[in-house]
């Protein structure tokens, strides 16, 4: 017969979790308390190399942005400015009314698209203008309606909320129907 042989889903954890010792903790806390570090690394085992005390003290937590896979990510999640994109803002900034917004950059973009046909048929090198201009167009459609995101979070959540609160009194209601139900069969008896 074969040997099984035993195999995790997920790699060994890295060797330096090994540093944690009861001994080497005691120490952390001791320096941190005295508020100085020793010069000298510290060596526990041959199998694992020598480190710095400072090393077994947890990072700080991010306070404004963090990185995954060498993309940054924003610690507060907020919708960056058009201009802040380096894109041309094709609507008012100020409080606008989306729906019409988004009317009017529709309307704009089949415009530029009708455009982009009649310059395809015309003079194919000059398409690359039209090719912007559409990109613009719909990056700020975008924007605007990621800029109605939370608001529509909100209002998916309160739709959620009622539907469960409905669910339960339905079911409060069921249940008190079936007792007064179970007590008048009892009371019959």
């Not at 090994?18 to 120490?27: G, S, V």
């Not at 606008?96 to 310059?119: C, G, Y």
């Not at 309606?145 to 979070?153: D, G, T, V």
Request: charged residues 30%; aromatic residues 8%.
């Amino acid at each position: 017969m074969e040997e099984q042989v035993a195999r995790s889903a997920w790699p060994d954890p890295p060797n330096y979790y090994k540093r944690y010792t009861d001994e080497n903790l005691e120490l952390l806390n001791q320096a941190t308390k005295a508020g100085v570090f020793p010069e000298h690394p510290i060596t526990t085992t041959p199998s694992i190399p020598e480190f710095k005390l400072e090393a077994l003290e947890p990072p700080k937590p991010p306070t404004d942005e963090y990185s995954v896979f060498d993309q940054k990510w924003q610690i507060n999640d907020s919708l960056p400015t058009l201009e802040e994109l380096g894109v041309k803002q094709l609507y008012p900034g100020t409080s606008i009314d989306r729906v019409k917004e988004l009317k009017k950059l529709n309307k704009s973009l089949i415009v530029q698209f009708l455009n982009l046909l009649d310059v395809l048929v015309k003079k194919p090198d000059e398409f690359g203008v039209y090719i912007e201009n559409i990109s613009t167009i719909f990056i700020n459609m975008h924007h605007i309606l990621n800029a109605y995101r939370p608001h529509q979070a909100r209002e998916t959540l309160r739709l959620l909320m009622e539907h469960q609160l409905a669910k339960k009194r339905q079911q409060t209601a069921e249940l008190k129907a079936k007792s007064k139900e179970a007590l008048d069969f009892l009371e019959g008896l």
